[in-house]
Each structure stands twice: as C-alpha cells, then as structure tokens.
C-alpha cells in the first residue's frame, strides 16, 4: 500500500511539472485529477479551482465549466487562494520566459 501511494504521487508530481508549463489540456488533466481523487490521494478543491483556473487561462472551455462548477462547493475564502496559487505560477512561468502573456 506505501508504494502505491508513492506511486500516486510520483505521478501527480510529474503531472504538477508538466502542468506548470504545459497546455490547457495538461492543466484540465491535473484539475480532474484533483478533484476527483486519483488513487490514494484525496480530493483538493483549492487545487482542482488554480488547475482549472490556468486551464483556462489557456483557452479551456472546460476547464471555465468545470472551474464554475467546483466553486459552488468551496468557500470565497478557498477560491481567493486557488486564484492566489495561479496567479503565482503564471507570474513564475512568465519570469522564466516559459509562458507568454495572453
């Protein structure tokens, strides 16, 4: 069971990485992810919110239909912070030069 959820989390890592960087597509990848749960993980929604948030920020209409969705069951507190997050790795991604702005 220990190494099936280092498993899991290798791959959420991996995930992560190429997200950060990566297509919509990557980044509406990562926000099922969480909040779905995969594997051992438990669902985030904070997380699944900055996921689907930089998904379409990047031209996802699902990424806006699913980022509307799970914010009807979060607080305006957990949004304000998964908005926070994104805004984050846009201004780092930008600052590397791996990401153009819109």
């Given amino acids: 069971m220990g190494n099936s959820i280092k498993?899991?989390?290798?791959?959420?890592?991996?995930?992560?990485?190429?997200?950060?960087?990566?297509?919509?597509?990557?980044?509406f990848d990562l926000g099922m992810a969480y909040s779905c749960g995969?594997?051992?993980?438990p669902i985030d929604l904070i997380e699944a919110h900055k996921w689907f948030n930089l998904a379409a920020s990047r031209g996802s209409e699902m990424g806006q239909s699913m980022r509307a969705e799970i914010a009807e069951e979060m607080t305006a507190r957990e949004i304000a912070e998964a908005q926070r997050q994104a805004r984050a790795i846009i201004a780092s991604a930008m600052v590397s030069g791996q990401l153009r702005a819109a």
Avoid: H, I, K, V
């Fill in 38 to 41: 995969t594997g051992d993980l």
């Fill in 7 to 27: 498993s899991a989390q290798f791959l959420m890592e991996a995930r992560r990485s190429r997200a950060t960087y990566g297509s919509a597509e990557d980044c």
